[in-house]
């Protein structure tokens, strides 16, 4: 009986740690934004956390939104983009889906990252 005490207590601290995890990683910048400024703001209603650094910057939306259209998201994810890091978007560069966005930027000042697309593609045999 007291094994199984124990197993309960076990599996809900994994539980509510795992919680923890989880919530603190909604808005995590990847792995090559480590280290880069991260702003918090609020653009056309909803809440964006944007990483960025002079030549790359990345959007997270945290707001709830029940089914946002790609075009608007993008939009507001540029803005806040470009708000946060006083930078404008390179033409061409802006991917994305509803919740996060990647783009370049042309900063001030600043030399322009150099984009060199890699083709990883072999012809089969």
């Not at 880069?36 to 990483?51: D, I, Y």
Request: aromatic share 6%; glycine share 6%.
């Amino acid at each position: 009986m007291n094994t199984e005490k124990a197993n309960l207590r076990v599996m809900r601290s994994l539980a509510c740690v795992l919680a923890v995890l989880f919530a603190v990683s909604c808005d995590s910048p990847s792995p090559p934004m480590f280290g880069a400024q991260s702003t918090r703001l609020t653009v056309g209603g909803h809440s964006f956390t944007v990483h960025h650094t002079s030549q790359r910057a990345e959007s997270v939306r945290t707001s709830v939104m029940a089914e946002p259209g790609l075009r608007q998201m993008l939009l507001l994810s540029r803005t806040a983009i470009e708000t946060a890091s006083g930078c404008v978007v390179r033409p061409g560069t802006m991917y994305g889906d509803r919740v996060m966005a990647e783009a370049f930027l042309n900063c001030d000042g600043e030399p322009p990252a150099i984009l060199r697309p890699q083709w990883r593609y072999a012809l089969p045999n």
